[in-house]
């Protein structure tokens, strides 16, 4: 009995080898059937496939940088992305970890293709009769991201395996790395590690946090998805399942993943900076093949003047702007430009580059006047000037208040920014040695119609952008020589192409000229709180109240500050000490942390310690007479060409009856009585006074005009608005 059952059992279990044999065979001929399938597909693929492209690889934004390479502004890419260029070494070591760690361990092992994660991914979707585990390698990754395809089919696959081991082929494991943080989609049109750093994080990616980096990883598996402004709980949950397994695999401790998980995922995409807009624009209009623009800027100082303009016009008034400009006295680098207050207003006219616009300068020329003079051996600091009235035929400058001061110091004339001895003392140095020193300091005046020089330069009568004044500012900064002004870091510097020649075509002035201005410039009263003497510096107001400037320098930097409307409408009351001279003090005392480089010591001390030689005493005054007949007629209030605001009237009537208190016209000189007319019409008026009330009769354009007993007229066209 036990023997028929033990043969049984025999039959049994031969029976089952028989059947388990057939199955292994047939097992054996279907893996063997589809490995050469496999095998024959992939090779009909690979003679398919056409040659990687790698236009994308290289079609980034452009980005300008500053002078240590932090960015000042990217620009989309053609095809509207955000593809900045980075390079691992910009790259937080942790991120790279962490997304080797998560997308591909054995990286640096194999060819483009992980065959065991291959094998191991296969396995798995046999048991489970569905993809489990992907097995995709960062190379699969990256080549499927040149080739801007993500097919999931089996063909598709095998497609991007036959590109991964071309791609291992053509590059290094570095270059790989590198353009993958280049291409790698974050959701929107963000791609790139940097990309996404800037607009979800607001830094650059070169120090992140352990959350941060985690974020960064999990992103591109699912870019729209996961987008943390849009889908943040979703970033959530995919930042923590890479820590989980970052940190089982020994990358990141467990406290660092706790850690990593109690961090706030930003829920808002951020701006790209844009520092320096107007000047950003004209490097990559003017190198538009160039990826990176390398400039001179210094974007921490860029960033605290645009603030500071900013802040200006807005105590100003909502039509005005403001512009800029940071230089290195020595090198002419420059280390911040600001065109304007606010580069998108439309109602500051945000888009006009007002630091090249050609305005009148004002005063600012004055120093440039006296410096040449001390040279010509005609004047010194200490030299007696009358500020009496005086015409030259028929031009009779004025000083800025109407008033004049009698006797005084040069020192003095300059500290009080008169015009009158300004004028007197160009008429002796001639006009034309004026703009011909100008000239050859690498500046370019333009003249109105193309005029000869004449002494009205003194007083702004020339046309100067706020980079020009700038350089000829560093001549009084720099021993009398101007340096040229440089934005780019690819122009050579001053300072390594410098010789004597150089030097020499460029002196604007001499060391001691130069000396004796500054001296006399840092004791130029300052705006109301700022403190005196650590800074010289010269305002200007040009005619009509439409540009305030403010330029000056200590031992290191010359700062110019322009402020006005750009469309070049009189703002009443509008002054240089008001407007731009504040500004002007709040970016020295931003630049460096506030701490001042002491000034050049005077070339000669005696020149400095004693007062005008005997020759010099007095200004010695020729070619025109002094002025004792009548002051000229003049409408001092309001200006010609300025703008009125008159409350009680509708924006939207352009004339109506309007009632309110007066405007006061305001007139100086010639000789009583005073007869006041608006747009031709006599108005009431004291006959003995040299003031009138005007009501408007609604808002738009009058021509006021004045005459006076002699027949004398003085007229200015002004605007009323509500």
Same mark, same amino acid.
């Given at each position: 009995?036990?023997?028929?059952? &033990?043969? @049984?059992? !025999?039959?049994?279990?031969?029976? /089952?080898?028989? %059947?388990?044999?057939? #199955?292994? $065979?047939?097992?054996? =001929?279907?893996?063997?059937?589809?490995?050469?399938?496999?095998?024959?597909?992939?090779?009909?693929?690979?003679?398919?496939?056409?040659?990687?492209?790698?236009?994308?690889?290289?079609?980034?934004?452009?980005?300008?940088?500053?002078?240590?390479?932090?960015?000042?502004?990217?620009?989309?890419?053609?095809?509207?992305?955000?593809?900045?260029?980075?390079?691992?070494?910009?790259?937080?070591?942790?991120?790279?970890?962490?997304?080797?760690?998560?997308?591909?361990?054995?990286?640096?092992?194999?060819?483009?293709?992980?065959?065991?994660?291959?094998?191991?991914?296969?396995?798995?979707?046999?048991?489970?009769?569905?993809?489990?585990?992907?097995?995709?390698?960062?190379?699969?990754?990256?080549?499927?991201?040149?080739?801007?395809?993500?097919?999931? &089919?089996? @063909?598709? !696959?095998?497609?991007?395996?036959? /590109?991964?081991? %071309?791609?291992?082929? #053509?590059? $290094?494991?570095?270059? =790989?790395?590198?353009?993958?943080?280049?291409?790698?989609?974050?959701?929107?049109?963000?791609?790139?590690?940097?990309?996404?750093?800037?607009?979800?994080?607001?830094?650059?990616?070169?120090?992140?946090?352990?959350?941060?980096?985690?974020?960064?990883?999990?992103?591109?598996?699912?870019?729209?998805?996961?987008?943390?402004?849009?889908?943040?709980?979703?970033?959530?949950?995919?930042?923590?399942?890479?820590?989980?397994?970052?940190?089982?695999?020994?990358?990141?401790?467990?406290?660092?993943?706790?850690?990593?998980?109690?961090?706030?995922?930003?829920?808002?995409?951020?701006?790209?900076?844009?520092?320096?807009?107007?000047?950003?624009?004209?490097?990559?209009?003017?190198?538009?093949?160039?990826?990176?623009?390398?400039?001179?800027?210094?974007?921490?100082?860029?960033?605290?003047?645009?603030?500071?303009?900013?802040?200006?016009?807005?105590?100003?008034?909502?039509?005005?702007?403001?512009?800029?400009?940071?230089?290195?006295?020595?090198?002419?680098?420059?280390?911040?430009?600001?065109?304007?207050?606010?580069?998108?207003?439309?109602?500051?006219?945000?888009?006009?580059?007002?630091?090249?616009?050609?305005?009148?300068?004002?005063?600012?020329?004055?120093?440039?006047?006296?410096?040449?003079?001390?040279?010509?051996?005609?004047?010194?600091?200490?030299?007696?000037?009358?500020?009496?009235?005086?015409?030259?035929?028929?031009?009779?400058?004025?000083?800025?208040?109407?008033?004049?001061?009698?006797?005084?110091?040069?020192?003095?004339?300059?500290?009080?920014?008169?015009?009158?001895?300004?004028?007197?003392?160009?008429?002796?140095?001639?006009?034309?040695?004026?703009?011909?020193?100008?000239?050859?300091?690498?500046?370019?005046?333009?003249?109105?119609?193309?005029?000869?020089?004449?002494?009205?330069?003194?007083?702004?009568?020339?046309?100067?952008?706020?980079?020009?004044?700038?350089?000829?500012?560093?001549?009084?900064?720099?021993?009398?020589?101007?340096?040229?002004?440089?934005?780019?870091?690819?122009?050579?510097?001053?300072?390594?192409?410098?010789?004597?020649?150089?030097?020499?075509?460029?002196?604007?002035?001499?060391?001691?000229?130069?000396?004796?201005?500054?001296?006399?410039?840092?004791?130029?009263?300052?705006?109301?709180?700022?403190?005196?003497?650590?800074?010289?510096?010269?305002?200007?107001?040009?005619?009509?109240?439409?540009?305030?400037?403010?330029?000056?320098?200590?031992?290191?930097?010359?700062?110019?500050?322009?402020?006005?409307?750009?469309?070049?409408?009189?703002?009443?009351?509008?002054?240089?000490?008001?407007?731009?001279?504040?500004?002007?003090?709040?970016?020295?005392?931003?630049?460096?942390?506030?701490?001042?480089?002491?000034?050049?010591?005077?070339?000669?001390?005696?020149?400095?310690?004693?007062?005008?030689?005997?020759?010099?005493?007095?200004?010695?005054?020729?070619?025109?007479?002094?002025?004792?007949?009548?002051?000229?007629?003049?409408?001092?209030?309001?200006?010609?060409?300025?703008?009125?605001?008159?409350?009680?009237?509708?924006?939207?009537?352009?004339?109506?009856?309007?009632?309110?208190?007066?405007?006061?016209?305001?007139?100086?000189?010639?000789?009583?009585?005073?007869?006041?007319?608006?747009?031709?019409?006599?108005?009431?008026?004291?006959?003995?006074?040299?003031?009138?009330?005007?009501?408007?009769?609604?808002?738009?354009?009058?021509?006021?005009?004045?005459?006076?007993?002699?027949?004398?007229?003085?007229?200015?066209?002004?605007?009323?608005?509500?």
């Amino acid at each position: 009995m036990s023997r028929a059952l &033990t043969d @049984v059992n !025999k039959d049994a279990r031969r029976r /089952r080898w028989k %059947r388990n044999g057939r #199955r292994l $065979s047939a097992a054996c =001929i279907a893996v063997a059937g589809t490995a050469v399938f496999a095998v024959g597909t992939l090779i009909a693929i690979e003679r398919s496939v056409t040659p990687l492209d790698l236009v994308r690889v290289h079609a980034v934004s452009q980005v300008v940088v500053d002078r240590n390479d932090r960015l000042l502004r990217a620009y989309i890419t053609p095809d509207g992305r955000w593809r900045l260029p980075v390079e691992r070494d910009a790259v937080d070591p942790r991120y790279l970890a962490m997304l080797l760690a998560y997308e591909d361990r054995r990286f640096y092992e194999h060819t483009g293709v992980d065959a065991r994660a291959l094998a191991r991914a296969a396995l798995q979707a046999m048991r489970a009769g569905r993809v489990v585990s992907g097995a995709s390698t960062l190379t699969m990754q990256t080549a499927r991201l040149i080739d801007a395809r993500h097919e999931r &089919t089996l @063909v598709g !696959k095998l497609r991007q395996i036959v /590109r991964a081991r %071309r791609l291992e082929q #053509r590059m $290094s494991k570095t270059e =790989i790395i590198d353009v993958y943080l280049r291409l790698a989609p974050f959701g929107g049109n963000l791609e790139g590690v940097r990309a996404a750093s800037l607009a979800y994080l607001g830094k650059e990616p070169a120090r992140l946090s352990i959350g941060e980096a985690a974020l960064l990883v999990a992103l591109p598996q699912s870019p729209e998805a996961r987008r943390p402004d849009r889908y943040a709980a979703a970033a959530r949950r995919a930042r923590d399942r890479v820590l989980d397994r970052v940190a089982a695999a020994g990358v990141i401790t467990a406290a660092e993943a706790r850690a990593g998980k109690r961090e706030r995922v930003a829920s808002r995409r951020r701006t790209f900076p844009m520092y320096a807009p107007h000047l950003t624009d004209r490097e990559v209009a003017r190198r538009p093949d160039a990826r990176t623009h390398r400039l001179t800027i210094d974007r921490p100082t860029q960033a605290e003047v645009e603030g500071i303009l900013a802040n200006t016009v807005t105590r100003l008034g909502r039509r005005l702007s403001a512009a800029a400009i940071v230089v290195d006295r020595h090198t002419g680098d420059v280390h911040a430009l600001a065109g304007s207050s606010d580069f998108l207003s439309r109602n500051r006219f945000g888009a006009v580059d007002m630091a090249r616009a050609i305005r009148s300068p004002g005063s600012t020329l004055k120093p440039f006047v006296y410096g040449l003079a001390f040279d010509a051996g005609i004047a010194h600091p200490e030299t007696t000037i009358e500020d009496r009235p005086v015409r030259f035929g028929a031009y009779a400058p004025e000083n800025f208040d109407k008033k004049y001061r009698g006797s005084l110091s040069i020192r003095r004339a300059l500290h009080l920014s008169l015009n009158v001895p300004a004028v007197k003392v160009l008429h002796r140095v001639g006009s034309a040695r004026l703009m011909a020193r100008l000239r050859r300091s690498g500046v370019d005046p333009t003249l109105p119609n193309r005029s000869a020089p004449s002494l009205a330069i003194a007083l702004g009568g020339v046309g100067l952008s706020l980079g020009d004044l700038a350089t000829l500012y560093t001549a009084l900064a720099n021993e009398g020589v101007a340096t040229p002004l440089r934005t780019n870091r690819a122009t050579p510097r001053a300072e390594v192409s410098e010789t004597a020649e150089s030097r020499t075509a460029r002196r604007l002035i001499s060391r001691k000229a130069a000396w004796a201005i500054t001296d006399i410039l840092r004791g130029t009263p300052p705006p109301k709180n700022a403190p005196r003497g650590r800074i010289a510096f010269k305002t200007g107001t040009s005619y009509g109240f439409r540009d305030a400037w403010a330029v000056g320098y200590d031992g290191r930097y010359v700062v110019g500050i322009w402020v006005g409307r750009p469309d070049g409408v009189a703002t009443p009351g509008l002054t240089g000490i008001t407007a731009a001279a504040p500004a002007l003090f709040d970016v020295f005392a931003r630049l460096d942390g506030g701490k001042r480089t002491p000034f050049p010591s005077p070339p000669d001390a005696q020149f400095a310690a004693r007062g005008a030689p005997l020759p010099l005493q007095r200004f010695r005054f020729r070619g025109a007479a002094e002025r004792t007949d009548v002051h000229p007629l003049t409408i001092l209030y309001p200006p010609d060409q300025s703008e009125v605001v008159y409350a009680g009237l509708a924006r939207d009537v352009p004339r109506q009856s309007a009632r309110g208190r007066p405007i006061v016209l305001k007139a100086e000189g010639g000789r009583k009585p005073l007869t006041w007319l608006v747009d031709g019409m006599p108005i009431e008026s004291a006959r003995h006074r040299t003031s009138a009330h005007w009501v408007p009769s609604g808002a738009g354009f009058s021509e006021l005009t004045v005459i006076d007993a002699e027949g004398r007229a003085a007229r200015a066209r002004v605007r009323i608005r509500p």
